[in-house]
């Protein structure tokens, strides 16, 4: 009796453990499927938001101790996840993010959490507030799971900054070579959105701040016109460059998620026109599936000399020539003398007036209500200045006003000369309808005594797109050296749609994906390390 019960005590054991290992099984392949699909499977019933919502916090805490790109967690998460899923068990029809989980940006606001930027400063800035971005998220049905670290002040505070560091939330790594940049500033974005710690993610951008963390961490970001998204009780630099942003795994939920939070806000003027341009909801009835009749303008300018990455840059555009695409080289541009010192003034004069009336204007017990108390606070915080300095926020509070002739005389050169006289000359001149070029070199190294720096430069266009406030998507489309390479597509203003159309139909075509690898170093590859053990074997 004690042989038989032992036996059927193994045997429902057993049948427990395989019945528990095929339900993880399940969820992990339900939390690497678009989240346009996991909704319809949450609507289905073929799973649920709080499966997904236990699933991702499984696979933080098993993944991201090592790249730390989460920065805090929703407590609510779990619980709002089994009220939509009460919901749609009950037959409600619900958004079409219903019980999908978002991480966001820790400079976005959301009622749940504090919203830092990565600023000891800003620690206890829980203001209660929903962004507007947010709020149409929710509205959508999603969850907001959580905050993603970022580069401290959105990478606008030091020269010498190292991108992917915070004082609240340290060093984001990428994922895949733990060793180089994740990029920034919205580098825990991109980073997570990379290991699939959550369905989607939300990056803000300035000046390649969604771009270049996106396209270095091997995902999609998308970068819209600025006005088409409400910028309200996001932390602020610029009032003529900045935007939100999707971070995702594929464009069709690129896609969606600008649809879902493009849309006017009183608050914020420059979106007055932006209801008469939201993007159509992506559906597959409207999926373009190739590019016939497109032109699109290929940079040679700005391409670089790097062979890998002209290589990948080579495929790409034999994949959009074979999708039907005619393809026209763009050799040349040029721009003012003046050019990057007036655009760098122009965010400086910017931010101080930006940050000051943001700080102001927080319902929440902070520190510092003001650029130069912000100065103040952080040389009396050692964590702040442990690694570099604050150089960018004095000069700021040096810089001139944002009424006066030079600020204005400068606004004006730039936004033509990216505008007017750049993106949208060069569209008419060569009678594209898109502009392409690579998104960025591959990853450099971290390097916390010199910061930031790649040697072989940052290549492409996305400064032009970011100062003309142009709609700018980047797709993975290649890898050197086991790091990822993006391709970028850029349009005019208000070609948003067009834009993702363009986009869909090339990452349809051409398949790239890498997965992370996590390796400490590029000597960790695994044929490196077997090329290196089968020499000393040899000796």
Not at 105 to 132: F, Q, V
Not at 188 to 216: D, H, K, Q, W, Y
Not at 322 to 339: E, H, K, N, R
Not at 487 to 503: A, M, P, R, T
Request: net charge negative; hydrophobic share 40%.
């Amino acid at each position: 009796m004690l042989k038989q019960g032992f036996l059927l005590a193994v045997v429902v054991l057993c049948t427990a453990c395989a019945s528990k290992a095929a339900h993880t099984d399940n969820i992990e392949q339900w939390m690497d499927k678009p989240a346009y699909i996991q909704a319809r499977a949450i609507a289905n019933g073929d799973t649920t938001s709080a499966e997904l919502v236990r699933g991702y916090l499984a696979r933080i805490k098993q993944l991201d101790e090592r790249v730390n790109s989460v920065l805090a967690l929703n407590p609510n998460a779990l619980a709002e996840a089994k009220a939509i899923d009460k919901k749609v068990a009950g037959g409600a029809v619900l958004g079409p993010l219903a019980g999908i989980p978002v991480l966001l940006k820790d400079n976005i606001e959301s009622a749940e959490m504090p919203t830092t930027a990565g600023s000891m400063a800003l620690i206890t800035n829980e203001t209660g507030r929903d962004a507007p971005i947010v709020e149409k998220l929710k509205a959508a049905g999603a969850i907001i799971l959580g905050k993603t670290n970022l580069s401290e002040w959105a990478n606008f505070r030091s020269e010498s900054s190292i991108s992917g560091w915070s004082a609240v939330g340290g060093l984001t790594r990428n994922p895949h070579m733990l060793s180089r940049s994740a990029c920034g500033s919205s580098s825990g974005s991109g980073a997570a959105m990379s290991l699939r710690l959550a369905s989607l993610a939300v990056g803000t951008e300035t000046n390649g701040s969604i771009i270049c963390p996106a396209s270095i961490n091997g995902v999609v970001g998308f970068k819209p016109t600025v006005g088409l998204l409400s910028r309200t009780h996001i932390v602020p630099i610029s009032f003529s460059q900045d935007t939100a942003g999707p971070m995702t795994s594929n464009v069709q939920d690129a896609w969606l998620m600008t649809a879902i939070m493009a849309g006017s806000d009183a608050s914020d003027n420059t979106t007055q026109n932006a209801d008469s341009h939201r993007p159509t909801m992506p559906t597959s009835s409207m999926l373009a599936t190739d590019l016939k009749g497109k032109r699109i303008g290929v940079v040679r300018y700005r391409q670089g000399d790097n062979p890998h990455v002209l290589a990948v840059y080579e495929k790409a555009l034999n994949q959009l020539k074979a999708s039907g695409a005619t393809l026209v080289d763009i050799s040349d541009f040029s721009q003012p003398d003046s050019f990057w010192a007036d655009s760098y003034n122009v965010l400086l004069s910017e931010f101080r007036y930006s940050i000051n009336e943001y700080l102001l204007g927080s319902p929440a017990e902070i520190p510092a209500r003001s650029l130069s108390e912000l100065i103040v606070f952080n040389k009396k915080t050692e964590r702040e200045l442990a690694l570099f300095n604050q150089d960018i926020f004095e000069k700021s509070l040096a810089s001139v006003s944002i009424d006066s002739e030079e600020y204005q005389s400068a606004l004006h050169l730039i936004q033509d000369t990216a505008g007017r006289n750049g993106i949208d000359a060069l569209l008419a001149k060569h009678n594209v309808d898109v502009l392409v070029t690579p998104s960025n070199s591959p990853s450099f190294l971290i390097d916390g005594v010199y910061g930031d720096h790649s040697p072989v430069g940052f290549i492409g266009i996305g400064y032009l797109a970011a100062i003309a406030g142009y709609p700018h998507l980047t797709v993975p489309a290649g890898q050197v050296k086991d790091l990822p390479v993006g391709i970028s597509f850029i349009g005019g203003k208000w070609q948003d749609e067009d834009v993702l159309k363009i986009g869909k139909v090339f990452e349809a075509k051409h398949g790239f994906f890498i997965k992370p690898g996590l390796l400490p170093t590029r000597f960790d590859n695994p044929v490196l390390k077997g090329i290196e053990e089968g020499l000393e074997n040899s000796r």
